[in-house]
């Protein structure tokens, strides 16, 4: 739009002097038109800001490293009164406390779909907010800005490393969910102490068929439980802590490592909650199939990354839902051993998202040093 107002001041210039030193019938009609063209130019504009119309849809969700689509529809009448119309939006990331302003032109102004791709660095859940409407006049000198409360939000998942077998070493024998969940493959099925209803969730070799058809309804069959340990996986968001700062790229590594082991342990039957801290809450999400597995990630992408508390494990600590848990993988950018002292009655795994990789155990806790560039592979060699 700049160069066609150039080139207009350059027309306007050249027939105003041309009419200066000819002064005729002919170049004041050239010189009225162009001093009338951009007013009838602005006026058409004022009349299609009554009527346009817009809307705004985002992909629900994508993964990391994809392609999140914006689907955008515009329309004016009459068309004719309007060149294009361009579009501001704030990409707005809640969880890192990031927006970026990306502007799309769009030219078809009969209300048709247009996709235009949007790839974000961070994980997340994203708010789209069209921040303005810039309306251009067909001859392109003048435009007019109206704003349009149109939003759309969608999430950005970890990347998830679908193939990671975790070792849960000492408690490769034990179940999860206590004296009513299903041993785990190769624990001992033989003794069934109960029947009770189906529940969504329970695998197909727990289904009591000739009951199921007695009845009429579903059943499950109850096996004994060898243990009674419950996993939690618990998620810090922390940017900073104990004298360190944690970058963008640990902070994603957090998500990474979280959600794939969730990801490991439900495809291998563990029963177990994803937990985390939103402004000092501890919140939790069981996750026991693929279903409340999508549920949890998309409530994982809710928290924000905070500035940092040094006492969450304490207020944790004194929380009836934390005595439950008797296994605590703790996922952060930094670790500090004090911090468990307050969790007596778990088994503490720490895992620290930076750039070294090794494993350490100190006053009854094991940690693991991961590296946030080469998550797939460290994992791969871990003995959670």
Same mark, same amino acid.
């Given at each position: 739009m700049a160069a066609k107002r150039v080139i207009y001041i350059i027309m306007l210039l050249t027939v105003s002097a041309a009419f200066v030193f000819v002064n005729n019938e002919i170049t004041l009609f050239f010189l009225v038109c162009l001093l009338a063209f951009p007013h009838i130019s602005l006026v058409m504009i004022l009349l299609a800001c009554k009527s346009v119309r817009f809307d705004l849809a985002v992909r629900d969700s994508c993964i990391r490293g994809g392609t999140l689509q914006l689907t955008m529809r515009a329309s004016v009448k009459p068309r004719?009164?309007?060149?294009?119309?361009?579009?501001?939006?704030?990409?707005?990331?809640?969880?890192?406390?990031?927006?970026?302003?990306?502007? !799309?032109?769009?030219? +078809?102004?009969?209300?048709?779909?247009?996709?235009?791709?949007?790839?974000?660095?961070? %994980? &997340?859940?994203?708010?789209?907010?069209?921040?303005?409407?810039?309306?251009?006049?067909?001859?392109g000198i003048f435009s007019v800005k109206m704003r349009c409360p149109v939003f759309a939000e969608a999430i950005v998942s970890p990347m998830l490393y679908e193939d990671v077998a975790v070792n849960m070493g000492e408690n490769g024998s034990d179940t999860v969910f206590g004296?009513?969940?299903?041993?785990?493959?190769?624990?001992?099925?033989?003794?069934? !102490?109960?029947?009770? +209803?189906?529940?969504?969730?329970?695998?197909?070799?727990?289904?009591?068929?000739?009951? %199921? &058809?007695?009845?009429?309804?579903?059943?499950s069959k109850e096996f004994g439980a060898t243990d009674d340990r419950r996993t939690l996986i618990l998620v810090d968001m922390s940017r900073n802590k104990f004298g360190t700062s944690a970058t963008d790229e640990q902070l994603n590594g957090v998500l990474d490592v979280a959600v794939s082991i969730s990801n490991a342990l439900k495809t291998t039957g563990y029963f177990h909650s994803v937990g985390w801290f939103d402004d000092g809450v501890f919140e939790s999400s069981e996750v026991v199939d693929s279903d409340t597995f999508v549920r949890t990630v998309g409530k994982l992408m809710s928290v924000k990354v905070n500035n940092g508390n040094e006492e969450n494990m304490f207020y944790l600590s004194r929380t009836a839902a934390c005595a439950v848990?008797?296994?605590?993988?703790?996922?952060?950018?930094?670790?500090?051993?004090?911090?468990?002292?307050?969790?007596?009655?778990?088994?503490?795994?720490?895992?620290?998202?930076?750039?070294?990789?090794?494993?350490?155990?100190?006053?009854?806790?094991?940690?693991?040093?991961?590296?946030?560039?080469?998550?797939?592979?460290?994992?791969?060699?871990?003995?959670?």
């Amino acid at each position: 739009m700049a160069a066609k107002r150039v080139i207009y001041i350059i027309m306007l210039l050249t027939v105003s002097a041309a009419f200066v030193f000819v002064n005729n019938e002919i170049t004041l009609f050239f010189l009225v038109c162009l001093l009338a063209f951009p007013h009838i130019s602005l006026v058409m504009i004022l009349l299609a800001c009554k009527s346009v119309r817009f809307d705004l849809a985002v992909r629900d969700s994508c993964i990391r490293g994809g392609t999140l689509q914006l689907t955008m529809r515009a329309s004016v009448k009459p068309r004719f009164f309007v060149g294009c119309i361009k579009v501001t939006v704030a990409i707005e990331n809640t969880t890192f406390h990031k927006t970026e302003y990306k502007s !799309f032109i769009i030219k +078809d102004l009969s209300y048709a779909s247009h996709v235009f791709d949007y790839n974000g660095a961070d %994980s &997340g859940r994203i708010c789209v907010k069209c921040d303005a409407i810039k309306l251009i006049g067909v001859f392109g000198i003048f435009s007019v800005k109206m704003r349009c409360p149109v939003f759309a939000e969608a999430i950005v998942s970890p990347m998830l490393y679908e193939d990671v077998a975790v070792n849960m070493g000492e408690n490769g024998s034990d179940t999860v969910f206590g004296d009513t969940a299903l041993p785990k493959k190769g624990g001992d099925i033989t003794e069934v !102490f109960n029947v009770r +209803d189906y529940a969504p969730g329970d695998p197909p070799n727990a289904v009591h068929w000739k009951l %199921s &058809g007695k009845f009429g309804i579903l059943k499950s069959k109850e096996f004994g439980a060898t243990d009674d340990r419950r996993t939690l996986i618990l998620v810090d968001m922390s940017r900073n802590k104990f004298g360190t700062s944690a970058t963008d790229e640990q902070l994603n590594g957090v998500l990474d490592v979280a959600v794939s082991i969730s990801n490991a342990l439900k495809t291998t039957g563990y029963f177990h909650s994803v937990g985390w801290f939103d402004d000092g809450v501890f919140e939790s999400s069981e996750v026991v199939d693929s279903d409340t597995f999508v549920r949890t990630v998309g409530k994982l992408m809710s928290v924000k990354v905070n500035n940092g508390n040094e006492e969450n494990m304490f207020y944790l600590s004194r929380t009836a839902a934390c005595a439950v848990f008797t296994k605590i993988i703790f996922v952060s950018s930094v670790v500090n051993y004090e911090e468990f002292k307050e969790v007596a009655n778990a088994e503490i795994t720490a895992i620290e998202v930076g750039n070294g990789f090794g494993q350490a155990n100190d006053q009854g806790v094991r940690v693991i040093n991961i590296p946030y560039d080469n998550i797939h592979d460290a994992l791969m060699a871990c003995n959670i």
